[in-house]
Each structure stands twice: as structure tokens, then as C-alpha cells.
């Protein structure tokens, strides 16, 4: 992987098994969008990346190598060995065929936070739905940044709204749960900084004090917030791939990496069923 400074921006080549957009699109992040000219465009931690697929690679426009480093490199696990992993998990034949359709998949590293809200709102929801909704929440509490997005707003602001001031992002239910978790957070109910030194068992227990919040936000916010690739979250594409392919149970082939195995079974599957 070569990461080079370049004119208004940074060049990352040779980066095996990266690819930016299906990571981005395929169902773990709800905050990335193309624009006019279909460069990628995403915020993290208040920094808007713009994404320009290139021949060989990646340009960042108008990025600096600290930004780069203190934000992307492990936003997108740049660190990992996901050539590695593909191969473990490869001997299962279902899950090789999802490697092989949508090589480049990785698990975004997310703020616990915002995986957490975002998840909250994305039950019995659909993606433009789900985009819209917390596009709203950004543009709302979020603070602009010098490319005119928003930073995903703290839980400490949105501890001290009401129901009824989430009413414009026609949250319906979901705003109750988003509350819940916000104010439970600010009052060190729950301390997200403790889970990941927990067990898997006692971090899906204390993300389940929180209103809304069951199995499968649960493990979702435990995957793409904390980065515990043992987590495996169910949704209505991942059940019918276990009862479909794996009524005995998951291969083993996956432990330790379940979450990524799941990433790609999802995609597939979902786009399966599309097609």
C-alpha cells in the first residue's frame, strides 16, 4: 500500500482488497453519498472526505496527510489483513462467493455513538429512509464544517431535547429510543468506553439497558461501533441465510471473523434477491 501527498490531496495505491464504495454502500453506513461528479463523499468525526476512484487507486481531495492518518487510515481498517481474512473464510463455499462477487468489503471502524443512533433509527426502516432521517438530526444539531457538511451531534445535545423537538426528522418511534440512549449515556448510566474491554455477553447486556435497543441493534452497534468482528447481527436477509445455508450453525471457518463473514453474506444476498 503506497500513501502519497499530492496536490490538494492524498493518493492511496496498491491498498489490497479495499474497495471505498462497496464498503461504504453496502448497508453498515448510513452517512456516505456521491456527488455531482460521483466522487464519494462522507463525514467522520466532523472531516468530510471526497473520494475520487482513480486507476490505481484513491484521491482524497483536499485532505492532509495528518487528516489522512488521524482519520481514514483507520476509519477504513487500512491497518488489517483482509487478504488474509478472505482466505479464512473463503473454505465455506457460499461465503467464497461472496468474497469473490464483492471483493473489497471491510468493516468501517464508526464512532460507538453514531453506529449506536444510527442503528436505533434504522430499525424497521429502509436505507433512504434511515439516510434521510439522520441527514436531518446532522443538519439539525450537528456542527457545518469547512465543506459544508455536519458532524454527527453529540450525545450530550441530544440528551437535553424532547420528543417533540425531534418531531421534524419523522423519526416516529425511534426518537423515544434515541432520547433513551442519549440521556443514559450523558447521566454514566452506560459507558460506552467500558465495552470494549467487556465480554461480547456483558456488552450486548449494557447496550440492552438502553430503550429500543435488542439483538440485533445491539450487535450491529457492537461490529461497526466497537469493532468486535465476532459479532454476527441478524436482520431479515442474514436469518434467511443461516436457515438457508446453515440450519446446523455457522461454519467454522468464520470465528473471529463473523461480522466480516456476515458483511458479505449480506451484501450478496440482499443483491441476490434484487436481481
Known amino acids: 500500500m503506497i500513501i502519497n501527498e499530492a496536490e490538494n490531496g492524498i493518493i492511496l495505491k496498491d491498498a489490497k482488497c479495499l474497495d471505498i464504495e462497496l464498503s461504504a454502500f453496502c448497508g453498515q453506513a448510513f452517512r456516505w453519498k456521491k456527488n455531482e461528479k ?49 482466505e479464512k473464510i473463503s473454505p465455506d463455499e457460499s461465503i467464497k462467493k461472496a468474497v469473490e462477487m464483492y471483493y473489497g468489503i471491510r468493516i468501517l471502524k464508526q464512532e460507538p455513538w453514531e453506529a449506536l443512533c444510527s442503528f436505533i433509527i434504522s430499525q424497521n426502516n429502509n436505507i433512504p429512509r434511515i439516510t434521510g432521517i439522520i441527514d436531518r438530526l446532522c443538519s439539525t444539531w450537528g456542527e457545518k464544517n469547512e ?17 417533540e423537538d425531534l418531531a421534524p426528522l419523522k423519526a416516529g418511534f425511534r426518537s423515544k429510543y434515541i432520547l433513551d440512549a442519549a440521556q443514559k449515556l450523558k447521566n454514566k448510566e ?63 471457518c468464520i470465528k473471529g471473523n463473523e461480522g466480516i463473514a456476515q458483511q458479505y453474506l449480506f451484501h450478496w444476498r440482499r443483491n441476490l434477491k434484487e436481481e
Open 147 to 163: 465543506k459544508g457538511e455536519y458532524s454527527f451531534p453529540s450525545y450530550e445535545i441530544l440528551a437535553g431535547l424532547t420528543v
Open 38 to 86: 460521483g466522487f464519494i463523499v462522507g463525514t467522520v468525526k466532523g472531516k468530510t472526505a471526497v473520494i475520487e476512484k482513480t486507476d490505481d487507486g484513491y484521491f482524497f481531495h483536499s485532505c492532509s496527510l495528518k487528516e489522512f492518518e488521524e482519520i481514514w487510515y483507520d476509519y477504513f481498517d487500512l491497518d488489517t489483513d483482509y487478504v488474509n481474512i478472505c
Open 190 to 252: 452506560i459507558d460506552l468506553n467500558k465495552i470494549y474491554s467487556a465480554t461480547m455477553d456483558e456488552a450486548r447486556e449494557e447496550l440492552m439497558k438502553i430503550k429500543g435497543v435488542g439483538p440485533k441493534v445491539a450487535e450491529c452497534t457492537l461490529l461497526y461501533g466497537f469493532y468486535k468482528k465476532e459479532a454476527f447481527p441478524v436482520d431479515v436477509w442474514v436469518k434467511r441465510i443461516v436457515s438457508e445455508l446453515y440450519p446446523e450453525g455457522l461454519p467454522e
